[in-house]
Structures are given as structure tokens and as C-alpha cells.
């Protein structure tokens, strides 16, 4: 085809994970010039004609530097997913606007920065996070006995200049885990089930992300219906822009309720579903026209 993509990654997996490796590995077969590139490198990102975002995960604590990078590719090449998309979706506080488009999301409370740590979940087990993150990193699971500890985490980032987000620990997870539906350019792919990740006690990790304990799952039909609302409720300018998406969902007394939509730097889990690196090949392949 005689055209050149850079997979944007972080500069701990210079060379991508598995699941990138699996992806360079299809766009080569479909002959594309594919190479991983460290995102806050010294590149001339106008060599290439398409850049996808993929695992730049240490973007959380620098979002300011992210985003004007991909502000800055976005001049002089093609950004999938899209500046508009990373910008939109990289603050969590865009749960607030799904939730206000008739999504049933996790029960959340913003903090912003100058307000106060105290919440309104302190009486249950509840999870403290800043609304800029990735990998689980600055994330703890507490209960009703470390209201201090909740207090002195939110205050921390607060302090920091970072907003929070509070949401009550949702324990249907602890046995059914949480179901993260892949989408690629718009069709729905495959679903992973997430084993519980958070763990009572637990310490910040130090990692660039936590471990996850993944396995390939059936959604169910509440999920796959909440899955799609999710997406049709995405703003109009940017739904066209998604080359992927993964919705991630937990159960509750009350059914399938919104966790997250990762359209930024998501782990597509390409390597537990066989058909779906060539997929998203494809769908490069036809970005590309």
C-alpha cells in the first residue's frame, strides 16, 4: 500500500505489549509499514500517515503534555482515536454527561480541586480515584472504617491540583466480575470478563498498571443493550472518529451499570480473541482508504 502507521505506546513498553505485537503483526500482513513509537519521543509524526493511540498509559499524571501532543500529530497527520475523542474522554467527569443522557452509571461524586475531601459514601466501602487515570494507578478500595484514610487520599490529590471521583464498591463484582465489551469502528467484537481487581486493605500501586485477571466471557443481553446505548449517546462529532471503544460494565441489584468508556488508551485484549487483531487491521485499512 506503501504507507507508513506508528502504534503509539508508552516509553516503559517501547515495543508494545502482546496484544500491540499481535496488531503490528496483522497491519504487516495486510502490507503496512507498522512501527511502535514512544509518544513523548523526538518524532516527526508527518512521516506517517496514520498514528494509532494505543498503550500510552503513563499519560494519567502529564494529561496537559498528552493532549497537546496529540494536538501537535493531529496537524500534520491522521489521530485515531481522535484529539477531540482523547480530550473528551481522557476526564472522567464525561460519566456525568452519560449519566445525564439516560446512562445508568456506578454512583459517582466529583471532587474538584479547593473543595473539601468529605463524600457521601463514607458510611459504605467505597473507591477513592483521581478522574485522570489509567492502570488502577492512584486507586484505592476502602471501607466505612478508613473514612481518615479516604479523606487524606482525596485531599492528596486534591492538594495536587488532580480532581476525584468517590464510588461505592459495587460487590456483585467480588463474584461475577466486571464485563468489558471491545468495539472496533463501530461493531461489537468481543467481551472479557475482568476478575476484581480492587482489594480491601490494599496499597497504591506502584506499577504502570495493575494486573488484570481476564478471560474471554458470553454478554449477556443487558449488557450488549447497554453496551450500544453507551455508544449512541457518545457526541455526535466524535462517534465518528472511534477506530475502537471498550465499555466497561458492573453488575448490580439493579443490572448491568457503567464503569468507564475507554476510548483513549484501552486493552483491546486482542490476544484472547483470535479474530479480532485482524479487525482492527481492517478497519486501519479502510481509514486509510
Known amino acids: 500500500m506503501g504507507v507508513r502507521i506508528a502504534v503509539a505506546t508508552a516509553a516503559e513498553v517501547p515495543d508494545l505489549d502482546d496484544e500491540g505485537q499481535r496488531f503490528l503483526t496483522a497491519l504487516r500482513e495486510r502490507d503496512v509499514t507498522a512501527e511502535p513509537a514512544v509518544w513523548d519521543a523526538e518524532l516527526d509524526w508527518s512521516t506517517y500517515d496514520l498514528v494509532v493511540v494505543r498503550s500510552t498509559w503513563d499519560y494519567a499524571e502529564r494529561l496537559p503534555e498528552f493532549l497537546a501532543w496529540a494536538d501537535r500529530v493531529s496537524r500534520s497527520t491522521r489521530l485515531l482515536n481522535s484529539a477531540p475523542v482523547l480530550h473528551w474522554n481522557t476526564d472522567k467527569r464525561y460519566l456525568a454527561e452519560l449519566e445525564a443522557a439516560g446512562i445508568p452509571i456506578v454512583p459517582t461524586q466529583f471532587l474538584a480541586p479547593g473543595e473539601g475531601p468529605r463524600h457521601r459514601f463514607e458510611d459504605v466501602e467505597h473507591v477513592v480515584k483521581p478522574v485522570v487515570s489509567a492502570g488502577s494507578r492512584g486507586t484505592l478500595r476502602l471501607g466505612p472504617h478508613e473514612v481518615d484514610r479516604s479523606h487524606e487520599h482525596a485531599a492528596a490529590l486534591l492538594d495536587a491540583g488532580r480532581g476525584v471521583m468517590v464510588q461505592p ?36 500501586t506502584e506499577e504502570l498498571f495493575l494486573q488484570e485477571e481476564m478471560s474471554p466471557r458470553d454478554a449477556s443481553t443487558a449488557e450488549r443493550e447497554l453496551a450500544d446505548a453507551v455508544l449512541e ?21 439493579d443490572g448491568p451499570r457503567l464503569l468507564e468508556l475507554e476510548l483513549a488508551e484501552p486493552s ?22
Open 233 to 253: 449517546v457518545v457526541p455526535a462529532a466524535l462517534r465518528g472518529d472511534l477506530l475502537y471503544a471498550r465499555v466497561d460494565l458492573l453488575p448490580s441489584a
Open 268 to 289: 483491546l485484549f486482542l490476544d484472547h480473541h483470535a479474530p479480532a487483531a485482524g479487525a482492527l487491521a481492517d478497519a486501519v485499512v479502510r481509514r486509510l482508504g
Open 169 to 204: 464498591y459495587l460487590h456483585e463484582v467480588d463474584e461475577l466480575g466486571e464485563t468489558a465489551l471491545l468495539f472496533i469502528d463501530g461493531r461489537f467484537s468481543h467481551a472479557m470478563r475482568k476478575g476484581p481487581l480492587l482489594s480491601p486493605g490494599m496499597a497504591l
